[in-house]
């Protein structure tokens, strides 16, 4: 009897164990449960403080090339796309024209000169006649005139021969300025037509090069304050290559009412020929640098009912939520005034999972821990 109610008794203490088991392992497992983060030191690095917009590049000089006497082209002296210097002949009109409209006014220039001449040295001869009364008194007047007609003739003629040789050179188009070519609008034997307003080339100086681009009106007391140290300006016309530096030689000396901007510009180097007139660039206007700011990634900043804060690790591989103060972003960079230090960790990615004194397992960035 005693032994049936000893075998129950073990039966039951048994079935309680196996039953109160499985609790007791989730109980263990929930335990050692760690959250898989990844996370970034706190740095400290020079930060700039800069102003973004989107800008657009302009040609610093660009001529508009057009023909100054009509004829026909004889001669093209460059392609589309070149590059050429000032005065160098890009295209030739027929210059037989000219060549002979000058011939005739140098004769036309000679020959009155000639009658100039002869009729200075009768006024000479007239004059002895006229003082010793042998000659009539308009007689005297007659010659003076006809003096002076032939000469102010000759400063006409002189004039028209100017002209012609003027002529005579414009029919030789040359580059006003250096710079590349475009699209070139005549051909060999098209007639131009003297001084249209349609370009037959133009020219752009492709360096250095201007970005211009605005600024919000509620920037422009920093761009003041900041601007006598001599702000620099970055665009990133490409990916994968590094950004151009340039130097800001511009700023408009009024607001944009219709738009609230002010507009600003940049000059650059542009030896490479990277910045294209037209060209739409993203600008970055650096107009200080702070030197050792605190950061930390972005990423690692989360926004709470009491402000900004990051998850700090501590040596236990326990996490901390701390309330930072974030001045700025630049760059996926938070720059931080208060609450961290250099060196401590935070998390970057995983925060949603976390709470105040959870266990991390830190992974690498892109990987498994």
């Given at each position: 009897m005693?032994?049936?109610?000893?075998?129950?008794?073990?039966?039951?203490?048994?079935?309680?164990?196996?039953?109160?088991?499985?609790?007791?392992?989730?109980?263990?497992?929930?335990?050692?449960?760690?959250?898989?983060?990844?996370?970034?030191?706190?740095?400290?690095?020079?930060?700039?403080?800069?102003?973004?917009?989107?800008?657009?590049?302009?040609?610093?000089?660009?001529?508009?090339?057009?023909?100054?006497?009509?004829?026909?082209?004889?001669?093209?002296?460059f392609?589309?796309?070149?590059?050429?210097?000032?005065?160098?002949?890009?295209?030739?009109?027929?210059?037989?024209?000219?060549?002979?409209?000058?011939?005739?006014?140098?004769?036309?220039l000679?020959?009155?000169?000639?009658?100039?001449?002869?009729?200075q040295?009768?006024?000479?001869?007239?004059?002895?006649?006229?003082?010793?009364?042998?000659?009539?008194?308009?007689?005297?007047?007659?010659?003076?005139?006809?003096?002076?007609?032939?000469?102010?003739?000759?400063?006409?003629?002189?004039?028209?021969?100017?002209?012609?040789?003027?002529?005579?050179?414009y029919?030789?188009?040359?580059?006003?300025?250096?710079?590349?070519?475009?699209?070139?609008?005549?051909?060999?034997?098209?007639?131009?037509?003297?001084?249209?307003?349609?370009?037959?080339?133009?020219?752009?100086?492709?360096?250095?090069?201007?970005?211009?681009?605005?600024?919000?009106?509620?920037?422009?007391?920093?761009?003041?304050?900041?601007?006598?140290?001599?702000?620099?300006?970055?665009?990133l016309?490409?990916?994968?290559?590094?950004?151009?530096?340039?130097?800001?030689?511009?700023?408009?000396?009024?607001?944009?009412?219709?738009?609230?901007?002010?507009?600003?510009?940049?000059e650059?180097?542009?030896?490479?020929?990277?910045?294209?007139?037209?060209?739409?660039?993203?600008?970055?206007?650096?107009?200080?640098?702070?030197?050792?700011?605190?950061?930390?990634?972005?990423?690692?900043?989360s926004?709470?009912?009491?402000?900004?804060?990051v998850?700090?690790?501590?040596?236990?591989?326990?996490?901390?939520?701390?309330?930072i103060?974030?001045?700025?972003?630049?760059?996926?960079?938070?720059?931080?005034?208060?609450?961290?230090?250099?060196?401590?960790?935070?998390?970057?990615?995983?925060?949603?999972?976390?709470?105040?004194?959870?266990?991390?397992?830190?992974?690498?960035?892109?990987?498994?821990?």
């Open positions: 005693i032994e049936g109610r000893t075998r129950t008794g073990a039966l039951l203490a048994l079935t309680l164990l196996i039953a109160a088991a499985p609790g007791c392992a989730t109980k263990k497992v929930q335990r050692i449960a760690r959250v898989a983060v990844t996370t970034a030191k706190v740095e400290q690095r020079d930060m700039p403080f800069a102003l973004s917009a989107t800008g657009n590049v302009e040609a610093i000089r660009t001529a508009s090339v057009g023909s100054q006497v009509g004829g026909v082209v004889t001669r093209l002296s392609h589309e796309g070149d590059f050429v210097r000032a005065g160098q002949v890009l295209i030739q009109v027929d210059p037989r024209p000219f060549r002979e409209a000058l011939d005739q006014a140098l004769g036309a000679a020959r009155d000169r000639a009658l100039a001449q002869a009729a040295n009768e006024v000479q001869r007239s004059r002895v006649l006229h003082e010793q009364n042998v000659l009539s008194q308009s007689e005297w007047d007659q010659k003076v005139s006809d003096a002076l007609s032939t000469a102010a003739t000759v400063r006409a003629d002189s004039a028209a021969a100017n002209n012609a040789r003027l002529n005579l050179d029919s030789s188009i040359r580059a006003p300025i250096t710079g590349r070519t475009g699209r070139l609008m005549v051909h060999l034997g098209d007639y131009v037509k003297a001084s249209t307003s349609d370009p037959l080339v133009t020219i752009i100086q492709p360096h250095p090069i201007r970005v211009a681009f605005q600024i919000p009106e509620r920037e422009v007391p920093l761009l003041q304050r900041y601007r006598g140290q001599n702000p620099r300006i970055t665009v016309p490409d990916s994968g290559r590094a950004p151009l530096q340039g130097k800001l030689v511009f700023v408009d000396n009024a607001i944009d009412p219709g738009t609230g901007t002010l507009l600003v510009k940049g650059f180097p542009n030896q490479d020929g990277r910045l294209v007139p037209g060209q739409f660039v993203d600008v970055r206007l650096v107009l200080f640098v702070a030197p050792r700011a605190i950061v930390v990634p972005s990423q690692a900043v926004n709470g009912q009491q402000g900004s804060y998850y700090v690790v501590n040596p236990d591989s326990t996490v901390t939520p701390r309330t103060e974030v001045e700025r972003t630049v760059d996926q960079m938070a720059v931080v005034t208060r609450g961290l230090s250099p060196g401590e960790p935070v998390v970057t990615d995983g925060q949603m999972r976390l709470s105040p004194g959870a266990k991390i397992l830190i992974r690498k960035a892109g990987g498994k821990g």
